[in-house]
């Protein structure tokens, strides 16, 4: 009866993880599509390793919260690429910046 039950929850065990890896396989693709490949591979990894412990029923939230926190970072690396450095202070500026707000010098007319 013991050996029944323990070979019923090694399978139950390892078919949550296969689900769970294949859950956390898309997550990673999504990750590495949207420039952010270390919060997809925490996902595969957190979805496989929940998905073995409570199969679907965990793995999909799981991986639904990884995807929410992919998505929600793009706007973060999209802001990073409206800056550049001073070339008097080398401070990070807005792109746009027309005076350094750091040392102050007038970044409108180039240097001569």
Known sequence: MIQVLAQTTADHMV????????VGALVALFG????????GIGG???CAISGAILGLILAVPVGAFFAWKI???ENKSSAQDLRTKCPHC????????????????????PEQ
Not at 15 to 22: D, E, P, S, V
Not at 32 to 39: E, H, P, Q, S, T
Request: hydrophobic letters at 50%; charged letters at 25%; a positive charge.
């Open 15 to 22: 078919w949550g993880f296969i689900a769970g890896a294949i």
């Open 32 to 39: 590495g599509a949207k420039g952010r490949l270390d919060l």
């Open 90 to 109: 080398a401070e990070v500026i807005l792109l746009e910046a027309k005076l350094c707000k750091h040392c102050g010098k007038d970044l409108s007319r």
């Open 71 to 73: 998505g929600k970072s």
């Open 44 to 46: 595969f990894f957190a």
